[in-house]
C-alpha cells in the first residue's frame, strides 16, 4: 500500500489495480471501507473496458477475446511504484502474457495522484507503444461514505449537478448492457435526492450533466465533489437491492458492451489512440466543508 499526504488529506493507493483505498482528513474517512461482506472495492480504475461485455467477449480484426472481466483487466493487475513525491505517486501496470492474451496492443498504462490543499487529483495517462492505432475504454468508479456524520441517513443527502442541461438516462438491458437509448431524466433543481431503492435496477447512467458532481446535505457541512473533464457520462450506483451506506460516483469515458456492436474497432464511444501518442485523462475529487481541516 502507497501513502501519500500534503498535511490536510492522506491518501492510500494499492498496487493491485492502482486502486484509491482511502482518502481521509485528521477525523472523517470519506472512501468507502471495501466491507467484503457488503462491497470489498473501493475506487476501481476501469480499462479497457467498462462494465459488461455480451459473452464477456469482443472482437477486433476478426479476431475474438476474451473472457473479458466485468470492467476490463485492470482491477486485478499488478501495478509498480513509478514514483513517489511525499504528496504524490505514479503507478504503472505491469503488461503480463495473461494481459496481452485479452488485449492485443502494446501500450503503457499510468495511474498518477497528487494532493494538492483539499483536493485528490488522478491523471490516467494511456501511451500506445504499438505500430498500429489502439482501441480502448475506460472510466473511475470511486465509492464514498454516505452519510458522512453519524446521525444522518443515506436519505438526508442528494447529489447536485450545478453545469447540468437537459439530462439523459442511457438505459441498459435485464442483461446491463448498453441499449444505445436514452430517455429524459429531469432533475429537481439540478439535484437527484438519494433514495436506496434508485439502484434496484443496477447503476444510473447519465448524460449531459456537465462535468461535475457533489454529494451534499443540508444537515451537515461535509460534501464531496467530483469533476470528471471531457467525460460524457457520470454513472451513480451502490449496491443492487441493499441499505448500504456508501455511494459511487462513476465517471465513464465509455460505455458498456452493446449487443451486436462487439467490434471494438467500430465503436464510436471508443478512443483510438495513434501510434506513438499518449491519451491523459483527468479526475478530481474535493473534500468541501470539513471543519477539521
Known sequence: MITITNGILTAEISETGAQLSRLATASNEYLWDGNPDIWPKHAPV???FVGRLPNQEYQFRGKTYGPMPIHGFVPTSRFILESHEGSACTMLLVVTPDIRSLYP?????RVRYELE???????YLVTNKGESAMFYGMGSHPGFNVPMKDGLRFEDYYVEFPDAGDVVRRTFTDDCHDS???IPFPLDGKRLHLRHDLFDKDAICLGNTGN???????KDSRSV??????????AIWHKVKMEVPFLCIEPWFSLPGHPGMNDIEKRDDFFRLESGKSNCHR???TINGDTSL
Open 283 to 285: 479526475l478530481y475529487i
Open 225 to 234: 465533489t467530483v469533476c470528471y473533464p471531457d467525460t460524457p457520462w457520470c
Open 180 to 182: 444505445g437509448v436514452d
Open 117 to 123: 490543499d483539499t483536493t485528490l487529483k488522478v491523471r
Open 46 to 48: 476501469l480499462f479497457p
Open 105 to 109: 496492443f502494446d501500450f503503457e498504462f
Open 212 to 218: 461535475t458532481v457533489t454529494i451534499k446535505t443540508d
